[in-house]
C-alpha cells in the first residue's frame, strides 16, 4: 500500500469508527464521499452556479503551495529554518540528568522569527548515528498533516509555507509516522515561531491617573513599539528515577517537573548576584536557588534584567500538557495580544491552554524583583517561577562603578551581567537590542561554544577576573 492510500484508509476508518460511534450523524454517502444528489437540490440555485461559471473548489494559497521551488519565485522573502533531530543527555534540577530529545541541541528549538508574508523553508536533518526518526509540524503553517512525514537517521526533509497569519506560534516534533510523539515533544522537541506583523507592533497605552484639586482624572501614558523582548515557554517533564520518559506518568498527568525554556527555576539568582546582593555567595537571595554555582556554566540560573519605564514585550506559549495562568506578581499585564487581536488589557492573570501563545506587553514602573508565575501553586513549588529584576533594586550602581565593571551608572544590570541568551528571541521588526546576552540554557556545550563564537558571554570565565566588588 502507497502511503497516500494508506492515509486515506486510515481517514476512512477513523470516518467509520465515527459513524458507528455517532450512529445517525454520519449517512452512509458522507462516509464513503459519494456524489451530490442534485435531484434534491434548489434548481434556481443549481443554475445560478451555472451562469456563474461553475464551482471551483479553493484552497487557501499556504494550505495548497508547499512547492519550495514555486514559492521561492513568488518575490516574497525566503526565509531557511534548518533544524537538526537530536537525542542528548541533559541535566536536570538536583544534579541528575534525563535523556532529552532536541532540536539541535537545545530545550527549547532554536526560535524562528520572520515577518508577516514571508516564506519560510522549513528543514529538517536527522544524523545518521541519531537512535530514532524525528518530524516537524510548525502551527505557523497552514498545510495538510500529510507534509509531515516522519524522517529517518541519516535522511533530510524539508517543506516550504508561507507565513500568513502574525503571532506566536509552536513547532514540535510531529510526523505521519511517528510513534510517541507526546515522548519526543515532552523530552524537549518543541520551539517558536514568532511571526512579525507586516505593519509592525502597535504602541503600548498604559492607564495611570493623576489628581488636580482632588479630582482624579486618566493619565493615559503611551510607549513607542519598540520593545526589550524575551520568550518564556512552559512545559512538564515526565520523568522516571532514572531520567527515561514516563508515559503512564503523563497520561495521570502527574509531572515530575515544571519547566519554563527547558528548566526548573532556571531564572533566579545565583551565587554571584548573592554576592553582589548580600556580601556571601552562599547567602541565598531568592527561596530556591538549585542552579547556583559558575561550574554549571550555561545552567547556572539567571535572572532577566529590564529597565523601569521601559515597554518590555513577551512571547509566552504554554508547550506543555497543564494549563499556564500567568502571573507576575507585583504587575499588571498591560497588554495581552493572541494572533495580533488583542484580547486584553491592564490583566492580573491570562490562561494559556495547550498549545496556546500570547504576546503580554508591559511596563516595569518601579525598581524591584518581580516573579512571573504559572499561578497554580503545583506549577510554581515544581519550577515555574522566573524573576525579573527592575531598575537597580539593589542599590548596586555605586559599587559596580567603584569595582570598575561598569564606567558609569546603568538602568538595568542587563549592562554588567547581560540577559540569558535562551529567553531574548532573535530582533524583529520592533526590537531593542539588549545591552549584552550571557550563555544561559538547556542546551549542550557544542551550542554553548557557538553562543559565544557569536558574542555572548560565558559568565562562568569572566566572572572570576572581575575586581572585587567593594
Ligand atoms: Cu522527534
Known amino acids: 500500500m502507497n502511503k497516500r492510500i494508506s492515509m486515506l484508509f486510515t481517514i476512512a476508518a477513523v470516518a467509520v469508527i465515527g459513524a458507528t460511534l455517532f450512529g445517525s450523524t454520519y449517512t452512509q454517502t458522507q462516509i464513503s464521499g459519494q456524489s451530490l444528489d442534485t435531484s434534491k437540490m434548489d434548481v434556481n440555485v443549481i443554475e445560478q452556479i451555472h451562469q456563474m461559471g461553475g464551482l471551483q473548489l479553493v484552497m487557501p494559497e499556504a494550505f495548497a503551495v508547499t512547492d519550495c521551488g514555486a514559492l521561492a519565485e513568488t518575490g516574497r522573502k525566503v526565509v531557511e529554518f534548518n533544524l537538526t533531530g537530536e537525542s542528548v543527555t541533559l541535566p536536570i534540577m538536583g544534579g541528575k540528568t534525563y535523556n532529552a530529545m532536541t532540536f539541535s541541541g537545545e530545550v527549547p528549538g532554536p526560535t524562528l522569527r520572520v515577518t508577516q508574508g514571508d516564506v519560510v523553508k522549513m528543514t529538517l536533518t536527522i544524523p545518521a548515528d541519531e537512535v530514532t526518526g524525528h518530524g516537524n509540524d510548525m502551527h505557523a503553517s497552514q498545510m495538510s498533516a500529510g507534509n509531515f512525514e516522519s524522517v529517518n ?10 507565513a500568513e497569519s502574525a ?221 525579573f529584576v527592575a531598575g537597580d533594586p539593589f542599590g548596586l550602581n555605586p559599587r559596580l562603578v567603584d569595582a570598575g565593571v561598569i564606567p558609569a551608572p546603568v538602568p538595568s544590570y542587563a549592562y554588567a551581567l547581560g540577559n540569558p541568551s535562551n529567553a531574548v528571541p532573535p530582533m524583529g521588526m520592533n526590537s531593542i537590542a539588549h545591552p549584552a546576552l550571557n550563555v544561559h540554557g538547556l542546551y549542550t556545550d557544542e551550542v554553548a561554544s557557538e553562543k559565544i563564537a557569536n558574542g555572548a558571554l560565558p559568565l562562568w570565565d569572566i566572572v572570576p577576573t572581575l575586581p572585587p566588588i567593594p
Not at 540560573?301 to 499556564?324: A, I, K, M, T, Y
Open 167 to 387: 503571532g506566536i506560534f509552536k513547532y514540535h516534533c510531529s510526523g505521519v509516522h511517528l510513534i510517541g510523539m507526546d515522548q519526543h515533544v515532552l523530552s524537549g522537541m518543541y520551539g517558536i515561531a514568532i511571526v512579525d506583523p507586516v505593519n509592525g507592533y502597535k504602541k503600548l497605552a498604559v492607564e495611570k491617573t493623576s489628581v488636580s484639586n482632588g479630582k482624579v482624572s486618566i493619565d493615559r501614558q503611551i510607549y513607542d513599539a519598540d520593545a526589550l523582548e524575551f520568550t518564556l515557554q512552559y512545559n512538564q517533564l515526565y520523568l522516571t528515577p532514572e531520567g527515561n520518559y514516563d508515559a503512564g506518568a503523563m497520561f495521570q498527568h502527574h509531572n515530575t517537573a515544571t519547566v519554563v525554556n527547558g528548566m526548573q527555576f532556571g531564572y533566579v539568582p545565583n551565587m554571584v548576584h548573592n554576592l553582589l546582593v548580600k556580601g556571601d555567595p552562599g547567602k541565598n537571595i531568592f527561596v530556591a536557588q538549585p542552579w547556583n554555582g559558575l561550574e554549571l556554566k550555561q545552567y547556572q540560573s539567571q535572572p532577566l534584567f529590564v529597565e523601569n519605564g521601559q515597554h518590555v514585550r513577551l512571547f509566552v506559549e504554554n508547550q506543555g500538557n497543564e494549563p499556564v495562568f500567568f502571573h507576575i506578581v507585583g504587575e499588571i499585564l498591560d497588554r495581552v495580544t493572541q494572533g495580533n487581536r488583542v484580547q486584553s488589557g491592564a490583566t492580573e492573570t491570562w490562561m494559556l491552554g495547550g498549545s496556546q501563545g500570547m504576546i503580554v506587553d508591559l511596563v516595569f514602573d518601579e525598581p524591584g524583583a518581580y516573579a512571573a508565575v504559572n499561578h497554580d501553586y503545583a506549577a510554581i513549588y515544581t519550577g515555574a517561577a522566573t524573576v
Open 153 to 162: 537517521p541519516g535522511e533530510t526533509s524539508q517543506y516550504c509555507y508561507i
